[in-house]
């Protein structure tokens, strides 16, 4: 079983995708990590972000893997350990970029469909339910007002220890500049697909949010 969980920066995908999977016994991939690590490795070797050839080729000597190591879900470019590195805001500012070349995304999106062939997934991302898992059994697109993804990414990134001199305002701007690059490229761009429920969690708990997605795989269950 497939199921898609979309939608823009900080709309809670990551969150709620874990709670559902682990909740189900499903594998949890964040494609988003994915092209952060893509990132962090041009970072790493000093490419420019738009040198697609270069990336492609540094891509290829630091495999990409996601990897749970005592119950915590890791990223790792081949034996580094880019957890981390990878929700830096030099990051976050650049990951537009390097996702928009069509060679990352063409590996990134033939990775993300082998693990799917292989097992039952939560997949959240900004294309899975349009081009990486079309005929997923569920589609979600969660959204959220663009204030309150900038208050809940500040405080996501002081739980996770990482400083951050950005004010909330310089925040709220990055997520809308985001938004608008990862909805405006050519290849994949973030969209709702045609048959996704979409749920404005702006003024929903995490837990409601859970309940609701959990609401609409019942309904897709009782339809097969
Ligand atoms: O967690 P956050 O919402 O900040 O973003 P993310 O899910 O970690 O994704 C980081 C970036 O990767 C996005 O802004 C997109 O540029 C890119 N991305 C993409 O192009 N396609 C996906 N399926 C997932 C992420
Ligand atoms: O994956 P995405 O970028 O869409 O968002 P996330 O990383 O799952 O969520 C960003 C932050 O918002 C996390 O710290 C969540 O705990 C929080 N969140 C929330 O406060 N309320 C929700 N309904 C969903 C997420």
């Known amino acids: 079983?497939?199921?898609?969980?979309?939608?823009?920066?900080?709309?809670?995908?990551?969150?709620?995708?874990k709670i559902i999977a682990q909740k189900l016994g499903f594998t949890y991939i964040d494609t988003g990590a994915m092209y952060r690590a893509c990132t962090v490795i041009a970072q790493e070797?000093?490419?420019?972000?738009?040198?697609?050839?270069?990336?492609?080729?540094?891509?290829d000597q630091n495999q990409i893997e996601l990897k749970v190591v005592d119950g915590e879900q890791k990223v790792f470019t081949g034996k580094?350990?880019?957890?981390q590195a990878i929700r830096m805001p030099e990051v976050s500012a650049n990951v537009s970029?390097?996702?928009a070349l069509s060679?990352?995304?063409?590996?990134?999106?033939?990775?993300?469909?082998?693990?799917?062939?292989k097992?039952?997934?939560v997949m959240d991302g900004r294309d899975i339910g349009t081009t990486v898992l079309p005929h997923a059994e569920v589609k979600i697109f969660l959204v959220a007002s663009a204030k309150s993804r900038a208050q809940r990414r500040m405080l996501d990134l002081k739980q996770r220890g990482i400083k951050s001199s950005q004010t909330l305002a310089e925040i709220?701007?990055?997520?809308?500049?985001?938004?608008?690059?990862?909805?405006?490229r050519k290849i994949s761009p973030l969209k709702k697909a045609p048959d996704a429920v979409e749920i404005d969690t702006t003024k929903m708990s995490i837990e409601q949010v859970?309940?609701?997605?959990?609401?609409?795989?019942?309904?897709?269950?009782?339809?097969?």
């Open 80 to 83: 580094n350990d880019v957890t």
């Open 97 to 99: 970029q390097v996702s």
């Open 103 to 117: 060679g990352v995304r063409e590996k990134m999106v033939s990775l993300q469909r082998q693990m799917a062939g």
């Open 172 to 184: 709220e701007e990055s997520i809308k500049q985001r938004d608008y690059k990862d909805s405006h």
């Open 210 to 224: 859970v309940d609701a997605i959990l609401a609409e795989i019942a309904k897709s269950q009782k339809n097969i």
């Open 119 to 121: 097992m039952n997934v």
């Open 45 to 59: 070797n000093q490419l420019d972000y738009g040198d697609e050839e270069a990336i492609l080729a540094a891509v």
């Open 1 to 17: 079983m497939q199921i898609a969980i979309d939608g823009p920066a900080s709309a809670g995908k990551s969150t709620v995708a």
